[in-house]
């Protein structure tokens, strides 16, 4: 059955073809995101939701979608979805960084144009019938020095473009190395010093807690007289009643603000002072802008239905397209690893330990990592899948750690992963053939070569005759198959495994016969997800 895709926003008649052009179905209904009730009680229904500003993705509506697998949102800005509950979902929240970065940058310098010309009074002034040439005397953007306050994808444009108007730019960005601070063309500084030397102070960072209220009542205090300053990135990152009182002393010359605190902004500290210029959150809004976040995220979100292609997720490692074909064999291995340990431990789980050798190691770990997790958490929810399994973990106070080693062994690449609870450690290792078969290759330190089946029977004994034909009179008595069956041991008299495949679920009397012979150590049916 082909996917089923929602747009619940205005998106390009352009982004609804992609879908539609992809093979998946689509149901546009833009206005249908403000009816947040209407929502909760469609959302069911649908694989994606398609979305810009006006949804609000809750966790009443997170709780309603049995289906969602994404959520793309056609823009940078996720705060209208609720990013921990769709983690717990298992739901994948996309975003599309990209696609309006000229469109934000550019809003940013003609804010600054605007609030260095007093442009937005000048024109209403003029408009008017006054002619106050000398009222709206301004300043130049030449030779002064701008302070860039996130130095990512947008302000690295802002500081590109601020070069070619000759300014001088600083920039405080925690994540800025020096050496690509020079290739920009830029002075990397503290935040204090920016502050202090700053003409201009434009932000461009997310909201986060490091980065919320960044220009604080204290902050402003620190900055040059006369200092204007610029927001078009995210509302929160300034004390707008702080800017609102430097602005009225004269301290801070200016303001030019896109975003707010809270928006819609219908009162705010800010409106009405003079020379403060206020827009609706613009910096998006370009006929280019749109439709280019509009064909992204279709993209996006047609590229994981259909491929399991991970782009510009913000609660799962991201994989391309290429490294889904190449790492489908291996997910698939770390997801069954997980499951085997997940089905065999019954303590409360301390660690998981993951060591990658050889080959697999120059992977997308960070995504193999989920896959192992996944399968593990399975185990006790059944729902759990890459994008929950971490949060389910982190909440259990589950330690992670992952190895990287070179090749050690006869396979070109294996994953061995070791659970540590209370009271023991338990470990797996597998790899994956030419055949693009994952394959179990060793079990509590025993080698084996055993593929993995849907329906399984893992035993543990002494090694001594009779286990084998123990086992498959048993299995003939009770009218089960076995298909196949693997074994291993370290040494002979010591402690043996066998791995057997059946063609059901083994019924729970046929267990309890077999731990009745007193032959075993432990007896234990496994299931795994083989489609």
């Not at 997170?62 to 717990?88: E, F, H, P, Q």
């Not at 303001?255 to 020379?275: R, T």
């Not at 399984?456 to 048993?474: E, K, R």
Request: net charge negative; hydrophobic share 40%; proline share 4%.
């Amino acid at each position: 059955m082909a996917p089923k895709v929602l747009i619940s926003d205005k998106l390009s008649d352009a982004a609804v073809q992609i879908f539609k052009d992809r093979g998946i179905e689509v149901d546009f209904q833009p206005d249908l995101g403000k009816d947040k009730d209407k929502l909760a009680e469609v959302i069911g229904q649908y694989d994606g939701l398609a979305i810009r500003s006006a949804t609000k993705v809750t966790e009443k509506i997170l709780a309603a979608a049995d289906n969602l697998k994404v959520i793309g949102r056609a823009g940078i800005g996720t705060d209208n979805i609720d990013k921990d509950a769709a983690s717990k979902k298992g739901v994948i929240v996309m975003n599309t960084p990209f696609g309006n970065m000229i469109t934000t940058a550019e809003h940013a310098i003609a804010m600054m144009f605007a609030v260095a010309r007093q442009i937005p009074e000048a024109s209403a002034s003029t408009h008017a019938g006054k002619w106050e040439k000398s009222k709206f005397m301004g300043v130049e953007l030449t030779g002064k020095t701008l302070g860039v306050i996130g130095a990512g994808n947008i302000g690295g444009i802002v500081c590109d473009r601020a070069r070619g108007l000759k300014m001088k730019v600083v920039a405080y960005d925690p994540y800025l190395s020096n050496k690509k601070a020079d290739k920009m063309g830029v002075e990397k500084v503290e935040l204090d010093e920016l502050l202090a030397r700053a003409d201009f102070i434009t932000l461009h960072v997310p909201y986060t807690d490091s980065t919320a209220n960044i220009l604080s009542k204290e902050n402003i205090a620190k900055t040059k007289k006369g200092v204007r300053i610029i927001n078009c990135a995210r509302g929160g990152l300034v004390d707008e009643a702080a800017l609102a009182e430097a602005l009225k002393s004269g301290h801070v010359a200016g303001a030019a603000f896109d975003v707010f605190q809270e928006e819609p902004a219908k009162e705010n500290p800010l409106f009405n002072l003079p020379n403060v210029v206020c827009t609706p959150h613009l910096g998006a809004a370009t006929t280019e802008a749109q439709e280019n976040v509009a064909l992204q995220v279709a993209e996006q979100m047609a590229n994981y239905l259909l491929t399991g292609a991970v782009e510009n997720a913000l609660n799962m490692p991201s994989v391309t397209a290429e490294e889904a074909k190449v790492m489908g064999p291996w997910l698939k291995l770390t997801d069954h690893l997980g499951s085997f340990i997940g089905q065999m431990t019954d303590e409360p789980i301390r660690a998981i330990n993951i060591l990658y050798d050889g080959s697999v190691g120059s992977m997308n770990l960070d995504a193999l990592n989920c896959g192992v997790i996944a399968g593990i958490m399975r185990r006790a929810n059944p729902d759990t899948n890459m994008v929950s399994a971490p949060v389910v973990a982190r909440e259990k106070g589950i330690q992670i750690s992952t190895t990287n080693q070179d090749k050690s062994g006869v396979f070109d690449g294996y994953v061995k992963v070791t659970v540590v609870t209370a009271k023991r450690e338990r470990s797996v290792a597998g790899t994956v053939f030419s055949d693009g078969k994952p394959r179990f290759i060793q079990i509590k330190g025993i080698n084996i070569d055993a593929e993995i089946g849907q329906h399984m029977l893992y035993t543990t004994n002494n090694d001594v005759p009779g286990i084998i034909g123990l086992l498959g009179n048993t299995m003939g008595k009770s009218g089960v198959n076995i298909a196949n069956f693997t074994l291993g041991r370290n040494e002979a008299g010591g402690e043996a495994i066998a791995l057997l495949y059946i063609d059901e679920a083994l019924p729970a009397d046929v267990q309890k016969t077999l731990e009745g012979t007193g032959m075993f150590n432990q007896v234990k049916p496994l299931e795994f997800m083989v489609a």
